[in-house]
């Protein structure tokens, strides 16, 4: 278990240290050389159209949250820590923001489609915030909108999973704005605190 933590937590970090050489000009600028830069045309590289189902089996896409911004984490209900950890963190730093968080639709994309249904997204979504959204979907569309957001995800053999598997994956938190633009990202080491003040600045800057 501490094993796996380590390894996700390395995870996080490239995760995170390749969106933001992919998000951030500057970044790109000091950690790529000359003659391997990435053309940008100034906007993030980050998600796009998704069609999924939540928590209480209702169909929805993107669009459906049109006008807020939506704070989305990718994981899934057996994961044993990362996830519940940064989806705690998630529901205090909405909680911290008071009516701010009105402009914002948390979400949870799980990346287990086989084991996580409406049903059991209900159940678990239960556990924090109470605005949080749990989506589901097939395999496929599970895997397309992870690579518009550019999730890791890989199933692994687990023989302590009663499902003999697991999901390794990365753990970030992705703001879009009410146009679904890309907009900050978080990974599941950022505080409750640092995670509400980059939120309180962002809603009221905008």
Do not use: W
Not at 64 to 85: A, E, N, Q, V
Not at 144 to 169: G, M, Q
Request: glycine share 6%.
């Amino acid at each position: 278990m501490r094993l796996r933590a380590i390894v996700l937590a390395v995870l996080g970090l490239l995760a995170g240290m390749s969106a933001a050489i992919v998000i951030l000009p500057e970044a790109r600028r000091k950690l790529l050389p000359a003659g391997e830069r990435i053309a940008t045309i100034g906007k993030a590289q980050i998600g796009g159209p998704f069609s999924l189902v939540d928590h209480t089996g209702r169909a929805v896409t993107e669009q459906d949250f049109r006008g807020r911004y939506m704070l989305i984490y990718f994981g899934f209900t057996h994961c044993p820590d990362i996830c519940p950890t940064s989806l705690q963190v998630m529901s205090a730093a909405l909680d911290k923001i008071g009516p701010l968080a009105d402009r914002v639709a948390p979400l949870l994309i799980t990346l287990d489609a086989e084991r996580d249904t409406p049903a059991q997204l209900a159940l678990y979504v239960k556990s924090f915030h109470p605005r949080l959204v749990g989506l589901t979907g097939s395999a496929d569309q599970i895997a397309n909108v992870a690579k518009a957001y550019r999730v890791y995800f890989n199933k692994v053999k687990d023989e302590k999973s009663s499902a003999d598997f697991t999901i390794d994956h990365t753990s970030i938190l992705y703001l879009m704005d009410p146009n679904g633009e890309f907009a900050a990202h978080f990974t599941h080491a950022t505080s409750v605190d640092s995670m509400a003040d980059r939120l309180r600045k962002i809603l009221q800057e905008r």
